[in-house]
């Protein structure tokens, strides 16, 4: 059975860091892009970062320079290090799995999210 469980969410003041972690279970982790998704209320759910199973990663302009994702195949975690918070910031964020199957159709798994609130 797949299973993705976030930690580490919570609330901070601006400028302060969070690092949310993500514990796959179920998949051969190294076969896998991982991502970080998040969603604030009333707003469309975005993508965060990405890093994929080379090691590269992908970030959305918002966060760049301030946030880092990183990955331990041994442990089958992905990490998400967030650096000089903002209120902008607040959403809950999701942990995300995915691999290209036949056909050139992508499958997803998701993690149960973790709120992330940036306030003073």
């Known amino acids: 059975q797949v299973q993705l469980v976030e930690s580490g969410g919570g609330l901070v003041q601006p400028g302060g860091s969070l690092r949310l972690s993500c514990a796959a279970s179920?998949?051969?982790?190294?076969?896998?892009?991982m991502g970080w998704y998040r969603q604030a209320p009333g707003k469309q759910r975005e993508l965060v970062a990405i890093?994929?199973?080379?090691?590269?990663?992908t970030y959305t302009e918002p966060v760049k320079g301030r946030f880092t994702t990183s990955r331990d195949n041994a442990k089958n975690t992905v990490y998400l290090q967030m650096n000089t918070l903002t209120p902008e910031d607040t959403a809950v964020y999701y942990c995300?799995?995915?691999?290209?199957?036949?056909?050139?159709?992508?499958?997803?798994?998701w993690g149960q999210g973790t709120q992330v609130t940036v306030s003073s």
């Open positions: 995300n799995a995915a691999r290209l199957i036949m056909g050139g159709k992508t499958i997803n798994y």
């Open positions: 179920g998949i051969a982790f190294s076969t896998h892009a």
């Open positions: 890093i994929h199973t080379d090691g590269s990663t």
